[in-house]
């Protein structure tokens, strides 16, 4: 295997590992965790593809990655404050337990 | 070369794995910042710096702080937080999305010929990236500025909620 595949591959188990965790686990602080996973595996490929392009500009996979990480970290603080506001209205952070819109 | 990516790609993989399949939450927490320094060392070996010391400072730092305070702020006594055990069957079947995803990826990236990797790929310097970030990419970097203002004050306004009702005549 060549090192641009095994970075796809490295990249491709991280997110499977973070969609499987974001399924299967109920607590939302974890579902949270699992989705951050799988952006950090999609960073990883633009970072893979920038080392490993034949002509790559000077920077561009840093830059992605920079904004894809701001990105990141606001999702992350947005989601927090809405895990802590489920938390202040229900006792509780498991999802199966925020069914008040349920149907 | 490669054997120092393996190294990296196999622990990373293996503490997210046991991140996301650890009962106590702190766990969770704390092993998915080591596979997050996993991840900056991947940076690193690639060559880009500057994003690793991004990852560092904001995952490996910030991030990892505030689901800390998430975690103590939302949990009460020891004794009714149970772990959150999920269901068997919705757990088997995530883990079989999971397996199906990983291989329908692992495929197609077995099955792909990409070119040979060039010998020294391309360099970023931090004076590069400065140049860009405040050159072509400008209006992008205002944005994500303006976005991070407006995320943080959500946040913040989601977070400390209506308060209690005043009385009536008070301001």
């Known amino acids: 295997m060549s090192p641009l595949q095994i970075c796809l591959a490295f990249s491709s188990a991280l997110f499977a590992v973070g969609l499987a965790g974001a399924l299967a686990r109920s607590n939302s602080i974890l579902v949270l965790l699992g989705i951050e996973l799988m952006l950090n595996a999609a960073n990883l490929n633009l970072i893979a593809f920038w080392r490993f392009s034949p002509h790559g500009s000077p920077s561009t996979g840093v830059v992605f990655v920079v904004f894809a990480i701001a990105v990141a970290a606001a999702e992350t603080a947005v989601g927090l404050a809405l895990v802590i506001s489920i938390y202040r209205h229900q006792q509780d952070i498991r999802l199966e337990e925020a069914t008040r819109l349920k149907g | ?171």
């Open chain 2, 1 to 171: 070369m490669n054997t120092v990516l393996v190294i990296v790609a196999l622990a990373t993989v293996a503490t997210a794995a046991a991140a996301m399949s650890r009962p106590s939450l702190l766990n969770c927490v704390l092993l998915l910042t080591v596979s997050w320094t996993g991840i900056a060392a991947f940076y690193l070996w690639a060559g880009a710096e500057f994003a690793a010391f991004a990852q560092v400072l904001i995952y490996v730092g910030a991030i990892s702080m505030a689901l800390m305070f998430a975690v103590l702020l939302t949990r009460r006594t020891r004794s009714d937080f149970p772990p959150a055990r999920a269901s068997g069957s919705r757990a088997a079947y995530a883990i079989l999305a999971g397996a199906a995803v990983a291989a329908v990826l692992l495929a197609a990236v077995a099955r792909s010929s990409v070119a040979a990797a060039p010998a020294p790929g391309p360099a970023s310097t931090v004076r590069q990236l400065g140049v860009q970030l405040m050159g072509p990419h400008a209006a992008a970097l205002l944005v994500v500025g303006v976005l991070l203002t407006v995320a943080l004050i959500g946040a913040v306004v989601l977070a400390a909620g209506a308060g209690p009702a005043r009385p009536e005549g008070t301001r």
